[in-house]
C-alpha cells in the first residue's frame, strides 16, 4: 500500500502541510519567520475580536457531547440559529460542523427532489460533490451565464434547482443579481440554492449579503460558511420549515455528526452581533478602502489584477510554476500569498488569490504591491 501511495503521489502535485503562527490580524509566522498575511478569509479580523474570543472562552462547553438530535443541540445553537433567522429572514437555520458538510448534506439530501440540478461551472467543490452525491442529473453551465441555465431550466416539465454562489472563492467576482431575478421571474418551475461563503458580513447592508437581496421564497436554499468573515468555523443551510424539517430527518451529515461545539456557536452569534453593528460597518468600510487602494496601486504599476470590488483579488498567471515563483519571490519580501493550482481551478489558469481584509495597514498593501511588481519583472511576466 506504501508503495502504491508513493507511486501515486509522485505522479500529482506536491502539496505539503504548513504549521502556522497567528500573530495579529495581518501577520503570521511560518518556521519562525514574519510575514504579513495575505491568504486569509477573516475579511474583518474577527478571528481575533476581543467579543468572539471572551464569548468562546466563557462558554462552559468545549464539546457538544453527542449529535444534533440526540443531545448535542443546546440553548447556544438554539441562540444562533435564532439570532441568524432573524437577521438573515429565514424561517429555520441548521448549523453544520462545516459548509463543505452542509452543502453537500443539502444537496445530496434534497438534489432527489428535483428533477434537474444546474451549477454554475466555478462552483465551490462541496456543491459539486453534493450534486454527485445525490445521484440526481445535473450539469453545469457557463460561469455566471444564467441565461443558460434559464434557457435549460424553461425546456423542463419537471422541477430544477439552480445553483451558484455569491461571490466566487477563486476568482472574488459576484453573481448577477439582476440575471438571477430574470431566472426567477421568467421559469416558474425553478428554485435556487446560493453558497454565501463569501458574502455573508462583507456584502450589502448589515453584511446580509443575499439575505439582503433575495427573499426565502426566492432563494430557498441559502448556505453559510463561518470560516470567512465570521473569523470562526461551520457552516449552516437557512431554508424555509418544509426543507429544514426533511433535513433534520434526512440528511447524513446532519444527523450522523457530533453537533458543533457550544463554544464554537457562542462564538459565531458574537462575531454575528458584531457584524451587525456600527463597528461592522465601520470594518466593511475599512476594507473597502483597502481594496480601493491596492486596485489603484496595481492599476498604477500596470499589473492585471481581475477587477473585483470583493476581499478576493486574483492575479492569474497560467502555468503552474509560475504561479509558484512568484509566492515564493513575495515570500522572500516578507510576505506570504499562496499560489492557487489546479485541480482547485481550471488548468493553465495558475494564480496568486491576494485576499484583502479590514485588519491591513495602507503601508502593507503599497509592501506588496512593491513585491508584486518585482516579482514580475524578474520573471518577465
Ligand atoms: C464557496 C465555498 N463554499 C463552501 C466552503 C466550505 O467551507 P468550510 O471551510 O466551512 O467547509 C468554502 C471554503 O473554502 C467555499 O469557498
Known amino acids: 500500500m506504501a508503495r502504491q501511495l508513493e507511486q ?3 505522479q500529482q502535485r506536491k502539496r505539503s502541510l504548513q504549521a502556522v503562527v497567528p500573530l495579529s490580524g495581518r501577520e503570521i509566522a511560518v518556521a519562525g519567520q514574519r510575514y ?34 440526540v443531545t448535542g443541540y443546546s440553548d447556544t445553537h438554539a441562540n444562533l440559529c435564532t439570532l441568524l433567522a432573524e437577521v438573515l429572514e429565514r424561517p429555520r437555520v441548521l448549523l453544520f460542523s462545516s459548509a463543505f458538510a452542509a452543502n453537500v448534506g443539502a444537496l445530496g439530501t434534497l438534489g432527489p427532489l428535483y428533477g434537474q440540478l444546474y451549477l454554475d461551472r466555478l462552483a465551490h467543490a462541496s456543491l459539486l460533490q453534493g450534486a454527485r452525491q445525490c445521484g440526481q442529473r445535473w450539469r453545469r453551465f457557463q ?4 441565461a443558460t441555465a434559464q434557457g435549460w431550466a424553461a425546456a423542463q416539465e419537471s422541477s430544477c434547482l439552480v445553483v451558484s454562489e455569491s461571490v466566487f472563492s477563486m476568482d472574488g467576482d459576484a453573481l448577477p443579481a439582476g440575471l438571477l431575478k430574470d431566472l426567477l421571474s421568467q421559469t416558474k418551475n425553478t428554485e435556487v440554492m446560493l453558497d454565501d461563503a463569501h458574502g455573508f458580513g462583507v456584502c450589502g447592508r448589515d453584511g446580509r449579503s443575499v439575505a439582503g437581496q433575495f427573499s426565502v421564497a426566492e432563494v430557498g ?3 453559510l460558511a463561518f470560516g470567512k468573515a465570521c473569523g470562526v468555523a461551520g457552516g449552516a443551510i437557512a431554508t424555509d420549515e418544509c426543507s429544514a424539517d426533511y433535513l433534520i430527518n434526512f440528511c447524513p451529515e446532519l ?7 457550544p463554544a464554537q456557536a457562542a462564538a459565531i452569534q458574537a462575531a454575528v452581533e458584531v457584524i451587525i453593528s456600527a463597528e461592522g460597518q465601520q470594518l466593511r468600510d475599512r476594507l473597502a478602502a483597502n481594496v480601493a487602494y491596492f486596485y489603484e496601486l496595481c492599476r498604477t504599476a500596470q499589473l492585471p489584477v481581475t477587477l473585483s470590488e470583493h476581499a478576493i483579488q486574483t492575479l492569474q498567471v497560467g502555468a503552474d510554476h509560475t504561479a509558484l515563483q512568484l509566492s515564493e519571490s513575495l515570500r522572500k519580501a516578507g510576505i506570504w500569498c499562496s499560489a492557487i493550482r489546479p485541480p482547485t481551478v481550471a488548468e493553465n489558469t495558475a494564480r496568486l488569490r491576494i485576499t484583502l481584509t479590514a485588519a491591513h495597514e495602507l503601508n502593507d498593501i503599497r509592501q506588496l504591491v512593491t513585491a508584486l511588481q518585482a516579482g514580475f519583472e524578474e520573471f518577465n511576466l
Open 8 to 10: 501515486r503521489g509522485a
Open 36 to 69: 504579513l498575511h495575505f491568504s486569509s478569509n477573516d475579511y474583518l479580523g474577527l478571528s481575533q475580536h476581543p467579543q468572539v474570543v471572551r464569548r468562546y472562552a466563557e462558554t462552559l462547553s468545549v464539546g457538544a457531547r453527542a449529535s444534533t438530535l
Open 143 to 146: 460561469h455566471n451565464h444564467l
Open 221 to 223: 436554499l441559502l448556505s
Open 255 to 261: 444527523i450522523y455528526s457530533t453537533a458543533m461545539p
